[in-house]
């Protein structure tokens, strides 16, 4: 599976920006997906995740009720809609796909496959 990110760029805060992660391949749907991010000078960070389906759905703390992830099997399309940006948010986006959402909350070593990256600029 290979994995392409876009939908990053500037934005004011208070904006939003939806991102994409588009897969290649035609086992998509049996994939979890999650989004990562990896500001300046810190360690990259879970940011949320959906299960293959897309029933369920899981936010980090920082993102929970700003940030809503889903996804479109049928286009192999992940997608991460942020609203109510804040300058913390500022970072690169990473796609990532696992076989278990559990996998993309608690053991990111273990993520079978990352898309390149896209950044994310929230200007205050």
């Known amino acids: 599976v290979q994995l392409q990110a876009s939908g990053g760029g500037l934005v004011q805060a208070g904006g939003s920006l939806r991102l994409s992660c588009a897969a290649s391949?035609?086992?998509?749907?049996?994939?979890?997906m999650g989004w990562f991010r990896q500001a300046p000078g810190k360690e990259r960070e879970f940011v949320a995740a959906?299960?293959?389906?897309?029933?369920?759905?899981y936010y980090a703390a920082s993102v929970k009720g700003r940030f809503t992830i889903s996804r479109d099997n049928a286009k192999n399309t992940v997608y991460l809609q942020m609203n109510s940006l804040k300058p913390e948010d500022t970072a690169v986006y990473y796609c990532?796909?696992?076989?278990?959402?559990?996998?993309?909350?608690?053991?990111?070593?273990?993520?079978?496959?990352w898309g390149q990256g896209t950044l994310v600029t929230v200007s205050s």
């Open positions: 990532a796909a696992a076989q278990e959402v559990g996998v993309l909350r608690t053991a990111p070593a273990k993520i079978d496959y």
């Open positions: 391949g035609r086992t998509f749907s049996s994939y979890a």
């Open positions: 959906i299960s293959r389906i897309g029933y369920s759905t």
